[in-house]
């Protein structure tokens, strides 16, 4: 049984930071690509930053310069550090997997 369990999320002031978490269990995590995800109010689910198996990253255009994606293949564990956090960047964020499985999700808030 896949499962992916986030953690780290939470209410920040604008310019604050947050690391996410992301578990993996049921899955040979270091063979995978695995990539962040986010959703906000009213808005389409999109891509955040994704790294593969090798380790090779790719962020979206809004989060680059801002955002590091990083995985622990020894801790099944991928992570993404958020910088420079602005409002529009409100919204759950979920982890994903390769082969298509997705954490519950966890909401981060960035307001004053």
């Known amino acids: 049984q896949v499962q992916l369990v986030e953690s780290g999320g939470g209410l920040v002031q604008p310019g604050g930071s947050l690391r996410l978490s992301c578990a993996a269990s049921?899955?040979?995590?270091?063979?995978?690509?695995m990539g962040w995800y986010r959703q906000a109010p009213g808005k389409q689910r999109e891509m955040v930053a994704t790294?593969?198996?090798?380790?090779?990253?790719f962020y979206a255009d809004s989060v680059k310069g801002r955002f590091t994606i990083s995985r622990d293949n020894a801790k099944n564990t991928v992570y993404l550090q958020m910088n420079s956090l602005k409002p529009e960047d409100t919204a759950v964020y979920y982890c994903?997997?390769?082969?298509?499985?997705w954490g519950q999700g966890t909401q981060v808030t960035v307001s004053s």
């Open positions: 994903k997997s390769e082969t298509d499985y």
């Open positions: 049921g899955i040979i995590f270091s063979w995978y690509t």
């Open positions: 790294i593969t198996s090798g380790g090779r990253t």
